[in-house]
T-cell receptor
């Protein structure tokens, strides 16, 4: 248990559906992250939020839409996805320290399958 | 591309020490060496990190060479539950981007 929870853990959706992934952190952190992990590929950073403001968008297609209403919650809204978007979606959080180093803590992930 | 190089796979007997190597010859002065592991289809779990000195916690020990160009993660008494993919990552404090490689798949055998 890392203090970062994600729901749902598994999601199957059609290409025309709209769904949302939710992440919540109970660590008092200020930065939150979305990562994508496709089969046999390294983790790819998608988005970073710092104090609710988006600070990184790693050239992610617009069919993925993040939302960060406060420092504890992060959403990833999905619409008109493609089968190649099937992957494990991971949320992480960190304190966002400005000196030293800043450890990221991960949730369990949402396994997404797009049919 | 990842700035670290790790062997793709390793085996270890249960109860023995597992020594996982990592090369990072282009490490910068402000970059820490981080280790995470990922058990099948779960989120990565933080293990340990260090800058120059060797570090130890309840999970593992981290040995960093004096020139900082390589490091070794040591699991002193590996158990079956330590079977996972282990990632060695460099992280500078002012950079929120972690660059992940494919890690080392460690199999602990009975």
């Amino acid at each position: 248990e890392t203090g970062v929870t994600q729901t749902p853990r598994h999601l199957v959706m059609g290409m025309t559906n709209k769904k949302s992934l939710k992440c919540e952190q109970h660590l008092g952190h200020n930065a939150m992250y979305w990562y994508k992990q496709s089969a046999k590929k390294p983790l790819e950073l998608m988005f970073v939020y710092n104090f609710k403001e988006q600070t990184e968008n790693n050239s992610v297609p617009s069919r993925f839409s993040p939302e960060c209403p406060n420092s504890s919650h992060l959403f990833l809204h999905l619409h008109t996805l493609q089968p190649e978007d099937s992957a494990l979606y991971l949320c992480a959080s960190s304190q966002d320290k400005t000196s030293g180093t800043d450890t990221q803590y991960f949730g369990p992930g949402t396994r997404l399958t797009v049919l | 591309d990842a700035k670290t190089t790790q062997p793709p796979s390793m085996d270890c007997a249960e109860g023995r020490a597992a020594n996982l190597p990592c090369n990072h010859s282009t490490i910068s002065g402000n970059e820490y060496v981080y280790w995470y592991r990922q058990i099948h289809s779960q989120g990565p779990q933080y293990i340990i990190h260090g800058l120059k000195n060797n570090e130890t916690n309840e999970m593992a020990s981290l040995i960093i060479t004096e020139d900082r160009k390589s490091s070794t993660l040591i699991l002193p008494h590996a158990t079956l539950r330590d079977t996972a993919v282990y990632y060695c990552i460099l992280h500078a404090g002012n950079n929120r981007k972690l660059i992940w490689g494919l890690g080392t798949s460690l199999a602990v055998n009975p």
